[in-house]
């Protein structure tokens, strides 16, 4: 990530500057423009004048009309917009995902007022929005949150905008347990703020009812999900302002240019948040799976290399790219136990292992960025010979991605260490998929594989 793209929102904060060329404008802008209309210009200048601006209006509007049109809930994790409590059940289910994803035994997302339209939260600071754990009656009956003046670690976290994380929560005295969350069986607890450069949000906390720290990658997406949480939140807040705004006939020029500056640069921000969401979770399921390289990033990169090779166009690389990072989706929401258990797997765990491209699916439906990569990780354990899985899918109708990435991450796994095998060498694997090509793979595309291989030797 460049430095630009670190900080953020300033990447696009010279795009205000875009229209100020306009001398007109300046002139308007410095709010002498009823002396210079009386005195010093004629009346055929004056509406002239009028005219570029009501002009100029007009195709700022347009250009954000054209904005808004591009981005939609679709392309967040459409957790805003919400009117009654029914809504925010998607919350609930969000809670659970990451329960599954990090393996912990509780998680609760509390949300600041201003994003809690269609709750009450009796004007708390932070208001309970969703939780993996099982309520007999309605939950957001109990108005649970935090007061700004609770002194609890919770709202530490809020204010400081640091994550916080506790083995053992005995040894501090600021966590006071929410007993209609169970709380009284927590040993550990981690927090995490849901933020931008700009915008609070939000904390997601997680918990465990034994002595437990997170791994350094569930941290790490922990980390990317509350930032990608705060960007979507503010977005589609600005979204909303900007909507009010170009239906506002006495808008002025200069606040559209303003509101367009932040439109833009949220969007970027976005979508530099989602790319490292992908690669932060992909670094995670490699950690739930026990490879002891980075597999995901390393069949990824492979399978960037043979679109290359193959012709494709940059809009497809990235497809498959991303899709090669997440193929083993699936792996996050079952239990390392499957993975670390070198003896024969129960039948039900063998199931469990197998269906796993169906799991991942499902989870990468929730996460609607994501969605044209589905079709390539749906499909990518079909054989050329239509052996393989989910639907027998045959030869060039597997789709062309899918074919990609089932050669990157065949060759990477078998050049790669395990936990009950040694990697074996380039040769091996290369004849093996030889072997195989026509029967498990695309010609095409291991004949790709030799050529890219090759040209890295040279």
Known sequence: ????????????????????????????????????????????????????????????????KELISIYSLNNTLCVLGFSSQDEYVVYNSIAKTLTQILDVDACHIYLTEEFTKGLDIDNKLLGLVGSSVEFDEDIYAKKLGYSADEKSIVVKAFNTLEKIQIKDISKIDNFVPKYELKEYDVKSL???PMHNNAHIVGVIVIENYKEKLIKKAYMDLLETIGKLFGTSLHLQQTIDETEKLINDDSIFAEELQHIRAELTALIADLGIQQQAFVEKLAKAVDEKGQYKVAHSQNTAELSKKLCKQLGLN????????????????????LPESLFTNKGKLSKEEWEKLQNHPNVGVNLLMN????????????????????????????????????????????YTAMTSDRSYRNAMNKDQALNIIKEEAG?????????ALFEVLNNNEK
């Open 439 to 447: 029967i498990k793979w695309d010609p095409a595309v291991v004949n």
């Open 190 to 192: 981690t927090i995490i």
């Open 314 to 333: 940059e809009k497809t690389t990235d497809l498959v790219y991303y899709a090669g990072l997440l193929q083993n989706i699936g792996k996050i929401t």
């Open 1 to 64: 990530m460049t430095e630009k793209e670190e900080l953020g929102a300033s990447l696009f904060s010279r795009s205000i500057d875009l229209m100020e060329d306009d001398s007109l404008e300046e002139i308007f802008a410095l709010n002498i423009g009823d002396f210079v209309s009386e005195y010093l210009i004629s009346e055929d200048l004056a509406n002239k004048i009028g005219k570029d601006v009501k002009d100029k209006t007009t195709k700022l509007k347009s250009q954000l």
């Open 367 to 410: 996460i609607n960025f994501l969605s044209e990569v589905i079709p390539y990780i749906h499909y990518h354990k079909e054989r050329w010979d239509g052996g393989g899985e989910p639907e027998g899918l045959k030869g060039n109708s597997i789709p062309f991605g899918s074919r990609i990435i089932a050669v990157a991450d065949a």
